[in-house]
């Protein structure tokens, strides 16, 4: 049973507009989420991470949520851009220093 | 420049057979990990590594192997490939609750 669930498989937005992202998972021991992007015939690439302590962490167009409570995770975009479509991967790790992955959601940033 | 290097990009090996991923990452990260990507299912942790000669079963462990016998290599074994192993397989390397780096992957087809 996956411990870390993308719930949509594809997102698409329109050039300018908000893309959220979303993320949830089931082992209360993570304590440290990341965010990656992938394109095609490349590796996934890290984009931004958060801290259980925190509930929010902000990069330039990028930020993360946190609900602990919740055991959610969102990035937002904004704005989006086209050069931003890639499937998105949330990942989140514990003390033992594991990351686990999510299924993925393609993101498709509409001209 | 950081990297990850996987040992091949492209890989067909006969049912059977004894196959050996390669991972070489050159940050001096502590943590190594591989994973399996298929369609719909994301990366899937096979094993990972948080010290020389130290391995930790991820969630699919079964009908691999891996050895660590120095900081910088990681090495995946698929003591006999069978058909149901032919994926993509990502090496990845990260510090401390740090975001990873990811090498290029290997597609593996066993036939």
Redesign the interface.
Known sequence: D??VK?NS?SLSVQEGRISILNCDYTNSMFD?F?W?KKYP???????I?I?SIKDKNEDGRFTVFLNKSAKHLSLHIVPSQPGDSAVY?C?A?GR?????????TRLTVKP | DVKVTQSSRYLVKRTGEKVFLECVQDMDHENMFWYRQDPGLGLRLIYFSYDVKMKEKGDIPEGYSVSREKKERFSLILESASTNQTSMYLCASSSYRVGAFFGQGTRLTVV
Do not use: H, I, K, V
Not at chain 1, 41 to 47: D, I, K, R, V, Y
Not at chain 1, 96 to 104: E, I
């Open positions: 996956q411990q993308q498989p440290y990341l990656y015939a490349e590796g996934p690439t890290f984009l991470s801290s991967f990942a790790s033992n220093n594991d990351m686990r992955f999510g299924a993925g």
